[in-house]
Protein backbone atom coordinates (compact mmCIF):
# COMPACT_ATOMS: atom_id res chain seq x y z
CA UNK A 1 0.00 0.00 0.00
CA UNK A 2 1.60 3.19 -0.90
CA UNK A 3 1.77 6.53 1.19
CA UNK A 4 -1.10 8.70 -0.17
CA UNK A 5 -3.07 5.42 0.66
CA UNK A 6 -1.67 4.87 3.76
CA UNK A 7 -2.93 8.54 4.93
CA UNK A 8 -6.00 8.03 3.73
CA UNK A 9 -7.01 4.88 5.83
CA UNK A 10 -5.30 6.61 8.47
CA UNK A 11 -8.01 9.60 8.27
CA UNK A 12 -10.83 7.19 7.87
CA UNK A 13 -9.84 5.51 10.96
CA UNK A 14 -9.14 8.51 12.81
CA UNK A 15 -12.40 9.78 11.53
CA UNK A 16 -14.38 6.73 13.02
CA UNK A 17 -12.49 6.41 16.41
CA UNK A 18 -11.64 3.64 18.21
CA UNK A 19 -14.36 0.30 18.22
CA UNK A 20 -14.34 -3.04 18.76
CA UNK A 21 -11.58 -3.24 15.47
CA UNK A 22 -9.89 -0.21 15.64
CA UNK A 23 -7.08 0.89 18.46
CA UNK A 24 -4.54 3.85 19.05
CA UNK A 25 -1.66 4.02 20.99
CA UNK A 26 0.98 6.53 20.96
CA UNK A 27 3.62 3.85 21.77
CA UNK A 28 7.17 3.94 22.97
CA UNK A 29 10.26 2.00 21.96
CA UNK A 30 9.46 -0.59 24.23
CA UNK A 31 6.05 -1.19 24.14
CA UNK A 32 4.88 -4.28 25.80
CA UNK A 33 4.91 -7.12 23.46
CA UNK A 34 2.76 -8.64 25.76
CA UNK A 35 0.08 -5.86 25.30
CA UNK A 36 0.92 -5.78 21.35
CA UNK A 37 -0.46 -9.90 21.74
CA UNK A 38 -3.48 -9.32 23.77
CA UNK A 39 -4.81 -6.70 21.50
CA UNK A 40 -3.94 -8.94 18.26
CA UNK A 41 -6.08 -11.76 19.91
CA UNK A 42 -9.15 -8.92 20.67
CA UNK A 43 -8.91 -7.11 17.44
CA UNK A 44 -8.99 -10.72 15.26
CA UNK A 45 -11.87 -11.88 17.27
CA UNK A 46 -13.68 -9.16 16.82
CA UNK A 47 -12.85 -8.50 13.16
CA UNK A 48 -13.99 -12.40 12.75
CA UNK A 49 -17.38 -11.22 14.78
CA UNK A 50 -18.39 -8.55 12.75
CA UNK A 51 -17.93 -10.33 8.83
CA UNK A 52 -15.10 -7.89 8.56
CA UNK A 53 -11.69 -8.89 6.88
CA UNK A 54 -9.53 -7.46 9.17
CA UNK A 55 -8.99 -4.75 12.15
CA UNK A 56 -5.95 -2.51 12.44
CA UNK A 57 -3.44 -1.70 15.67
CA UNK A 58 -2.42 1.63 15.06
CA UNK A 59 0.58 3.37 16.75
CA UNK A 60 1.68 7.24 16.77
CA UNK A 61 -1.95 8.75 17.09
CA UNK A 62 -2.36 9.86 20.62
CA UNK A 63 -5.98 9.49 22.18
CA UNK A 64 -6.45 12.68 23.86
CA UNK A 65 -5.97 14.77 20.65
CA UNK A 66 -6.83 12.62 18.59
CA UNK A 67 -3.89 13.30 16.00
CA UNK A 68 -0.83 11.80 15.07
CA UNK A 69 1.90 12.52 17.24
CA UNK A 70 4.41 9.92 15.86
CA UNK A 71 6.21 6.53 17.56
CA UNK A 72 9.58 5.78 17.91
CA UNK A 73 8.22 1.98 18.27
CA UNK A 74 11.00 -0.15 16.97
CA UNK A 75 12.88 2.54 14.07
CA UNK A 76 14.70 -0.49 12.71
CA UNK A 77 12.86 -2.11 10.27
CA UNK A 78 14.38 -5.51 10.74
CA UNK A 79 13.43 -5.37 14.24
CA UNK A 80 9.81 -4.10 13.57
CA UNK A 81 9.05 -6.92 11.05
CA UNK A 82 10.49 -9.55 13.30
CA UNK A 83 7.17 -8.94 15.86
CA UNK A 84 5.46 -10.77 12.97
CA UNK A 85 7.26 -14.00 14.32
CA UNK A 86 7.43 -12.92 17.88
CA UNK A 87 3.41 -12.74 17.79
CA UNK A 88 3.45 -16.20 15.12
CA UNK A 89 4.98 -18.14 18.01
CA UNK A 90 2.49 -16.98 20.86
CA UNK A 91 -0.97 -17.21 18.90
CA UNK A 92 -3.17 -20.47 18.75
CA UNK A 93 -3.77 -21.23 15.92
CA UNK A 94 -0.69 -19.45 14.72
CA UNK A 95 -1.21 -16.44 12.89
CA UNK A 96 0.31 -12.72 12.70
CA UNK A 97 -0.17 -9.37 11.16
CA UNK A 98 -0.77 -9.84 6.96
CA UNK A 99 1.15 -6.46 6.53
CA UNK A 100 2.74 -3.96 9.03
CA UNK A 101 2.24 -0.12 7.20
CA UNK A 102 4.62 2.38 7.57
CA UNK A 103 3.09 5.65 7.29
CA UNK A 104 6.04 8.48 7.27
CA UNK A 105 3.39 11.72 7.86
CA UNK A 106 4.39 15.13 8.10
CA UNK A 107 3.20 14.68 11.95
CA UNK A 108 5.25 11.69 12.24
CA UNK A 109 6.03 8.46 12.16
CA UNK A 110 2.89 6.10 11.91
CA UNK A 111 2.24 2.02 12.09
CA UNK A 112 -0.79 0.64 11.06
CA UNK A 113 -0.76 -3.32 12.06
CA UNK A 114 -3.18 -5.07 9.65
CA UNK A 115 -4.58 -8.01 11.62
CA UNK A 116 -6.84 -10.83 10.04
CA UNK A 117 -10.05 -11.72 11.40
CA UNK A 118 -9.72 -14.88 13.46
CA UNK A 119 -10.80 -17.94 10.70
CA UNK A 120 -13.89 -18.66 10.90
CA UNK A 121 -14.64 -21.21 13.27
CA UNK A 122 -11.56 -20.81 15.66
CA UNK A 123 -11.17 -17.88 17.99
CA UNK A 124 -7.42 -16.71 18.81
CA UNK A 125 -5.85 -16.92 22.05
CA UNK A 126 -2.78 -15.28 22.86
CA UNK A 127 -0.40 -17.56 25.22
CA UNK A 128 -3.21 -19.59 26.02
CA UNK A 129 -6.20 -16.73 26.81
CA UNK A 130 -8.57 -15.36 24.66
CA UNK A 131 -9.18 -11.78 24.46
CA UNK A 132 -12.21 -9.27 23.05
CA UNK A 133 -13.37 -5.84 22.85
CA UNK A 134 -16.05 -4.34 24.58
CA UNK A 135 -16.37 -0.79 22.86
CA UNK A 136 -12.55 0.65 23.07
CA UNK A 137 -12.05 -1.55 26.27
CA UNK A 138 -9.95 -4.90 26.44
CA UNK A 139 -10.89 -7.90 28.09
CA UNK A 140 -11.77 -11.60 27.49
CA UNK A 141 -13.15 -13.54 25.34
CA UNK A 142 -16.45 -14.77 26.72
CA UNK A 143 -18.25 -17.87 26.47
CA UNK A 144 -21.13 -16.40 24.05
CA UNK A 145 -18.85 -15.19 22.28
CA UNK A 146 -16.80 -17.86 21.97
CA UNK A 147 -19.54 -20.26 21.15
CA UNK A 148 -20.08 -18.00 18.51
CA UNK A 149 -17.09 -18.06 16.46
CA UNK A 150 -17.34 -22.07 17.03
CA UNK A 151 -20.50 -22.68 15.88
CA UNK A 152 -19.62 -20.77 12.17
CA UNK A 153 -18.25 -24.07 10.82
CA UNK A 154 -21.03 -26.52 11.71
CA UNK A 155 -22.46 -26.10 8.08
CA UNK A 156 -19.63 -24.58 5.90
CA UNK A 157 -17.57 -26.15 3.62
CA UNK A 158 -14.16 -24.14 3.26
CA UNK A 159 -13.26 -25.77 0.08
CA UNK A 160 -16.64 -24.19 -1.60
CA UNK A 161 -16.64 -20.44 -0.48
CA UNK A 162 -15.83 -17.84 -3.49
CA UNK A 163 -12.38 -15.26 -2.91
CA UNK A 164 -14.14 -12.30 -4.55
CA UNK A 165 -10.72 -10.37 -5.24
CA UNK A 166 -9.45 -13.34 -6.73
CA UNK A 167 -9.96 -13.60 -11.13
CA UNK A 168 -9.39 -16.06 -13.91
CA UNK A 169 -6.01 -14.16 -14.15
CA UNK A 170 -4.62 -15.72 -11.04
CA UNK A 171 -4.72 -19.37 -12.74
CA UNK A 172 -1.75 -21.26 -13.68
CA UNK A 173 -2.03 -22.26 -17.42
CA UNK A 174 -0.10 -25.14 -17.44
CA UNK A 175 -2.36 -26.75 -14.15
CA UNK A 176 -5.45 -25.40 -16.89
CA UNK A 177 -4.19 -27.50 -19.61
CA UNK A 178 -2.95 -30.44 -17.38
CA UNK A 179 -6.95 -30.28 -15.68
CA UNK A 180 -8.67 -29.94 -18.99
CA UNK A 181 -6.95 -32.59 -20.91
CA UNK A 182 -7.90 -34.82 -17.46
CA UNK A 183 -11.64 -34.15 -17.76
CA UNK A 184 -11.54 -34.61 -21.05
CA UNK A 185 -9.81 -38.65 -20.48
CA UNK A 186 -12.54 -38.95 -17.52
CA UNK A 187 -15.32 -37.62 -19.71
CA UNK A 188 -14.23 -39.35 -22.84
CA UNK A 189 -17.89 -41.14 -23.55
CA UNK A 190 -19.88 -37.91 -23.14
CA UNK A 191 -17.13 -35.07 -25.06
CA UNK A 192 -14.61 -35.47 -27.39
CA UNK A 193 -10.92 -33.72 -26.39
CA UNK A 194 -11.41 -30.89 -28.89
CA UNK A 195 -15.08 -29.92 -27.58
CA UNK A 196 -13.62 -29.69 -24.16
CA UNK A 197 -10.07 -27.94 -25.30
CA UNK A 198 -12.75 -25.56 -26.85
CA UNK A 199 -14.76 -24.10 -24.02
CA UNK A 200 -14.22 -20.67 -22.62
CA UNK A 201 -12.71 -20.84 -19.11
CA UNK A 202 -15.38 -20.19 -17.45
CA UNK A 203 -17.54 -22.72 -18.75
CA UNK A 204 -14.71 -25.44 -18.07
CA UNK A 205 -14.13 -24.65 -14.60
CA UNK A 206 -17.93 -24.77 -13.54
CA UNK A 207 -18.53 -27.80 -15.89
CA UNK A 208 -15.44 -29.50 -13.91
CA UNK A 209 -17.13 -28.05 -10.38
CA UNK A 210 -14.27 -25.79 -9.47
CA UNK A 211 -15.45 -22.41 -9.72
CA UNK A 212 -19.48 -21.27 -9.27
CA UNK A 213 -20.76 -19.26 -11.60
CA UNK A 214 -17.46 -18.16 -12.79
CA UNK A 215 -16.36 -16.96 -10.17
CA UNK A 216 -13.25 -18.29 -8.61
CA UNK A 217 -13.09 -20.65 -5.00
CA UNK A 218 -10.76 -21.63 -2.02
CA UNK A 219 -10.92 -24.97 -4.62
CA UNK A 220 -10.19 -22.99 -7.64
CA UNK A 221 -6.86 -21.59 -6.06
CA UNK A 222 -5.27 -24.52 -4.32
CA UNK A 223 -5.52 -26.85 -7.22
CA UNK A 224 -5.09 -24.66 -10.43
CA UNK A 225 -3.80 -21.48 -8.47
CA UNK A 226 -0.80 -19.60 -9.69
CA UNK A 227 1.76 -19.49 -6.47
CA UNK A 228 1.86 -15.68 -6.52
CA UNK A 229 -1.94 -15.61 -6.00
CA UNK A 230 -1.72 -17.70 -2.59
CA UNK A 231 -1.98 -14.86 -0.41
CA UNK A 232 -5.91 -14.73 -1.39
CA UNK A 233 -5.83 -17.64 1.33
CA UNK A 234 -4.24 -16.03 3.83
CA UNK A 235 -4.03 -16.53 7.23
CA UNK A 236 -4.18 -20.55 5.51
CA UNK A 237 -0.02 -20.90 4.08
CA UNK A 238 -1.25 -23.25 1.21
CA UNK A 239 1.78 -25.53 1.27
CA UNK A 240 2.64 -28.37 1.11
CA UNK A 241 6.51 -29.56 2.86
CA UNK A 242 8.42 -32.41 2.08
CA UNK A 243 11.33 -32.74 5.07
CA UNK A 244 13.73 -35.71 4.58
CA UNK A 245 15.20 -37.23 7.72
CA UNK A 246 18.10 -39.06 8.51
CA UNK A 247 22.10 -38.73 7.95
CA UNK A 248 21.39 -35.84 4.97
CA UNK A 249 18.73 -33.73 5.75
CA UNK A 250 16.77 -31.52 3.43
CA UNK A 251 12.95 -30.31 2.91
CA UNK A 252 11.26 -28.02 0.36
CA UNK A 253 7.91 -26.74 0.41
CA UNK A 254 5.12 -26.31 -2.39
CA UNK A 255 2.90 -23.96 -3.09
CA UNK A 256 -0.21 -24.29 -5.51
CA UNK A 257 -1.36 -25.14 -8.48
CA UNK A 258 -1.80 -28.61 -5.88
CA UNK A 259 -2.93 -30.24 -9.32
CA UNK A 260 1.18 -30.24 -10.78
CA UNK A 261 3.06 -29.56 -7.17
CA UNK A 262 2.16 -33.05 -5.58
CA UNK A 263 3.32 -34.68 -8.66
CA UNK A 264 6.40 -32.60 -8.07
CA UNK A 265 6.81 -33.27 -4.00
CA UNK A 266 6.56 -37.29 -5.12
CA UNK A 267 9.98 -36.38 -7.57
CA UNK A 268 11.76 -35.25 -4.33
CA UNK A 269 11.22 -38.80 -2.18
CA UNK A 270 14.04 -40.96 -2.78
CA UNK A 271 12.02 -43.77 -4.36
CA UNK A 272 15.17 -46.43 -5.03
CA UNK A 273 15.24 -49.57 -7.06
CA UNK A 274 15.11 -52.30 -4.73
CA UNK A 275 16.45 -56.05 -5.32
CA UNK A 276 14.60 -59.17 -3.92
CA UNK A 277 15.73 -62.60 -4.37
CA UNK A 278 12.56 -64.31 -4.09
CA UNK A 279 12.50 -68.24 -2.44
CA UNK A 280 13.04 -70.80 -4.44
CA UNK A 281 14.49 -68.07 -7.29
CA UNK A 282 17.71 -67.88 -9.31
CA UNK A 283 17.32 -64.43 -10.28
CA UNK A 284 16.30 -61.24 -8.29
CA UNK A 285 13.28 -58.94 -8.91
CA UNK A 286 13.33 -55.09 -8.50
CA UNK A 287 11.18 -53.36 -6.99
CA UNK A 288 10.20 -49.15 -6.11
CA UNK A 289 10.91 -48.72 -2.37
CA UNK A 290 7.53 -46.72 -2.66
CA UNK A 291 4.14 -47.98 -5.08
CA UNK A 292 3.94 -43.78 -6.67
CA UNK A 293 -0.31 -44.97 -6.43
CA UNK A 294 -0.33 -45.66 -3.17
CA UNK A 295 2.10 -41.88 -2.39
CA UNK A 296 0.25 -39.69 -4.40
CA UNK A 297 -3.20 -41.27 -3.14
CA UNK A 298 -1.78 -40.45 0.17
CA UNK A 299 -0.81 -37.44 -0.71
CA UNK A 300 -4.46 -36.29 -1.93
CA UNK A 301 -6.01 -37.48 0.70
CA UNK A 302 -3.95 -35.07 3.14
CA UNK A 303 -5.45 -32.42 0.91
CA UNK A 304 -8.64 -33.15 0.18
CA UNK A 305 -9.84 -33.99 3.96
CA UNK A 306 -7.69 -31.88 5.68
CA UNK A 307 -9.48 -28.93 8.22
CA UNK A 308 -8.62 -25.79 6.58
CA UNK A 309 -9.72 -24.13 9.41
CA UNK A 310 -6.72 -24.47 11.20
CA UNK A 311 -4.43 -22.80 8.90
CA UNK A 312 -1.93 -25.99 8.60
CA UNK A 313 0.74 -27.18 5.83
CA UNK A 314 0.41 -30.90 4.81
CA UNK A 315 3.62 -32.36 5.61
CA UNK A 316 5.53 -35.58 4.07
CA UNK A 317 8.33 -36.70 6.01
CA UNK A 318 10.59 -38.99 4.03
CA UNK A 319 12.65 -41.23 6.72
CA UNK A 320 15.23 -44.13 5.95
CA UNK A 321 12.61 -46.53 5.97
CA UNK A 322 9.19 -45.08 5.89
CA UNK A 323 7.14 -42.32 4.41
CA UNK A 324 4.91 -40.27 7.26
CA UNK A 325 2.39 -37.97 6.13
CA UNK A 326 0.55 -35.21 8.24
CA UNK A 327 -2.32 -32.83 7.56
CA UNK A 328 -4.46 -31.02 10.09
CA UNK A 329 -7.40 -31.95 11.68
CA UNK A 330 -8.64 -35.24 13.45
CA UNK A 331 -10.06 -38.35 11.16
CA UNK A 332 -13.85 -36.87 10.09
CA UNK A 333 -15.78 -39.75 9.72
CA UNK A 334 -15.30 -42.78 11.95
CA UNK A 335 -11.80 -44.49 12.75
CA UNK A 336 -9.14 -44.97 10.28
CA UNK A 337 -9.30 -49.30 11.03
CA UNK A 338 -13.18 -48.69 9.84
CA UNK A 339 -11.70 -48.22 5.86
CA UNK A 340 -9.10 -51.00 6.19
CA UNK A 341 -11.32 -53.75 4.77
CA UNK A 342 -12.89 -51.54 2.05
CA UNK A 343 -16.12 -52.16 3.57
CA UNK A 344 -17.10 -48.86 5.23
CA UNK A 345 -18.39 -46.02 3.15
CA UNK A 346 -18.36 -42.41 4.38
CA UNK A 347 -21.29 -40.70 4.67
CA UNK A 348 -19.76 -37.14 4.50
CA UNK A 349 -16.84 -35.60 4.15
CA UNK A 350 -14.99 -32.58 5.78
CA UNK A 351 -14.58 -30.56 2.40
CA UNK A 352 -17.14 -31.81 -0.23
CA UNK A 353 -16.45 -29.06 -2.87
Known amino acids: ?63 KTRGVVGTSYREDPERLHSLKQQVAQSTEPSV ?25 GIPIAWKGHYHARAGESLGSLGLDKQDEIRQQT ?25 ARDAF ?24 ARITQNGKITRTTLLLLGKAEAAWHLSPHP ?9 IERAYQHFAPPFLLTTSQLYQRIRNIQLRLLPQDELLPVEVSKYDQKIVLEALHNCIAHQDYMRNGR ?21 APGDYLEGNRIPRRYRNPF
Open 238 to 246: AQMTWKLEG
Open 154 to 178: LAQDWSAQLVPAASLADLDEAALYK
Open 184 to 207: AQKYANRFSSDEVMGWPLSTFLDR
Open 314 to 334: VVVIEQPDRLVFENEGSFYEG
Open 96 to 120: TFRDIHELKHTDGRVLLFEIPAAPR
Open 1 to 63: MNQPALNTLLEGLIHTWENEVVEFKQAGNDYDTNKIGEYFSALSNEANLRGLERAWLVFGVSN
